[in-house]
């Protein structure tokens, strides 16, 4: 009774191992997207301060002659994220940023994927420190991601908008 019931389990479990074995973890593509503006709309108060940009995700246009049909993103992780003034101000007044993910579907929570505090005031651009762990397959996959950037301003800005801009390094697992 007992081979019995090992080989009906090794029947089940073979099979299983080696579909899970040749599926493959994917192909990783780096994908970096420079100067993306990102405009705080004012008057500005001291506290966050919220501007988007929205990044659209053509899967195609990024792989290239690579592309083939059916291919989809399974994961997708954040390298690395820099910020650069967008405006003759720099820094000044900034304490803090926060770069976080969104996208349309309501079921995928915001992400918050990288981070800079306390933020050097003299600085011509920042590298923010990625969160290693961000999982940001799903909000990718969606073709519109939405990039949120909070700036934490150390007092109120009445005269008009600040602006920065933001480049990004992804790494994209492909499947097909």
């Not at 029947?11 to 997207?33: D, F, K, N, Q, R």
């Not at 989809?72 to 900034?94: C, E, H, Q």
């Not at 990625?130 to 109120?156: C, F, I, M, Q």
């Amino acid at each position: 009774m007992i081979k019995n019931i090992l080989r009906i389990a090794g029947t089940m479990v073979l099979p299983a191992l080696l579909i899970w074995g040749c599926s493959g973890s994917g192909t990783v593509h780096e994908y970096a997207v420079n100067d993306l503006n990102v405009t705080l709309e004012g008057p500005l108060f001291e506290g966050p301060n919220q501007g988007q940009y929205s990044l659209e995700i053509d899967l195609k246009s990024i792989l290239g002659d690579a592309y083939q049909e059916g291919m989809l993103i399974s994961d997708a992780r954040l390298t690395s994220a820099t910020v650069a003034p967008g405006d003759s101000l720099g820094f000044a007044m900034v304490r803090s940023l926060v770069l976080s993910f969104a996208s349309d579907d309501a079921e995928v929570a915001m992400q918050e994927v990288a981070f800079k505090n306390p933020l050097p005031a003299e600085s011509s651009s920042v590298a923010l420190e990625v969160a290693p762990d961000a999982e940001l397959g799903t909000l990718v996959s969606g073709g519109t991601v939405y990039l949120v950037l909070d700036a934490d301003l150390a007092e109120d800005f009445y005269d008009g908008n600040r602006s920065f801009k933001i480049n990004l390094t992804l790494d994209l697992t492909v499947k097909s």
